[in-house]
Antibody
Framework: EVQLLESGGGLVQPGGSLRLSCAAS????????MTWVRQAPEKGLQWVSS????????YYADSVKGRFTIFRDNSKNTLYLQMNSLRAEDTAVYYC?????????WGQGTLVAVSS | QPVLTQASSASASLGSSVKLTCTLS???????IAWHQQQSGKAPRYLMK???????NKGSGVPDRFSGSGSGTDRYLIISNLQSEDEADYYC?????????FGGGTKVTVL
């Protein structure tokens, strides 16, 4: 079964750090770019970051540039998002997604709450 | 970078059809867009990609009542024979060399 499974979300204080993981299965992970998308409470979808198939190129939304780092381990079929200097406005459900190729896939999401 | 504009809401009766529009910013009329459905409390689900020519490619398992088309800077999602489970938010998405963009979403209500 084609699947993306996120983990690592939780409650963190402002200024803190969190690392999200996304385990992929059922498709050839290493040949696709991967993406993180977030959704703040009662808001729409917002692109956060993308990474190319071999991890050589990474791209970030201006709102997270310099604070978040996307990376991947193709030997483990896993995508990551390292989030530092977290702010209240980073509170959201974070989705891992394959938005490239013939059929796109979304994970179920993991909730990140930034609050003191 | 491209900008995507969607109406905030749409409604139609059970069994009827609804046509959702996603408008690309000028200068980006050749862009392919994707449609995603998000039912309440659930993760988004990919529906299809729509090209400027109007051709579209649906994801696996997407019902036949969902179709797409396009004209100029507009990309459409058409839902025929509307069902109760089609009540959801629908987002369009596009991309260029270094970023992805989502429209604001259209909330579809089935009357």
């Amino acid at each position: 079964e084609v699947q993306l499974l996120e983990s690592g979300g939780g409650l963190v204080q402002p200024g803190g750090s969190l690392r999200l993981s996304c385990a992929a299965s059922g498709f050839t992970f290493s040949i696709y770019s991967m993406t993180w998308v977030r959704q703040a409470p009662e808001k729409g979808l917002q692109w956060v970051s993308s990474i190319t198939d071999r991890g050589l190129n990474t791209y970030y939304a201006d709102s997270v540039k310099g604070r978040f780092t996307i990376f991947r381990d193709n030997s483990k079929n896993t995508l990551y998002l390292q989030m530092n200097s977290l702010r209240a406005e980073d509170t959201a459900v974070y989705y891992c997604a394959k938005l490239e190729g013939a059929s796109n896939i979304w994970g179920q999401g993991t909730l990140v709450a930034v609050s003191s | 970078q491209p900008v995507l504009t969607q109406a905030s809401s749409a409604s139609a009766s059970l069994g009827s059809s609804v046509k959702l529009t996603c408008t690309l910013s000028s200068g980006h009329k050749s862009y392919i867009i994707a449609w995603h459905q998000q039912q309440s409390g659930k993760a988004p689900r990919y529906l299809m990609k729509v090209e400027g020519s109007g051709s579209y490619n649906k994801g696996s398992g997407v019902p036949d009542r969902f179709s797409g088309s396009g004209s100029g800077t507009d990309r459409y999602l058409i839902i025929s024979n509307l069902q109760s489970e089609d009540e959801a938010d629908y987002y369009c998405e596009t991309w260029d060399s270094d970023n992805r963009v989502f429209g604001g979403g259209t909330k579809v209500t089935v009357l």
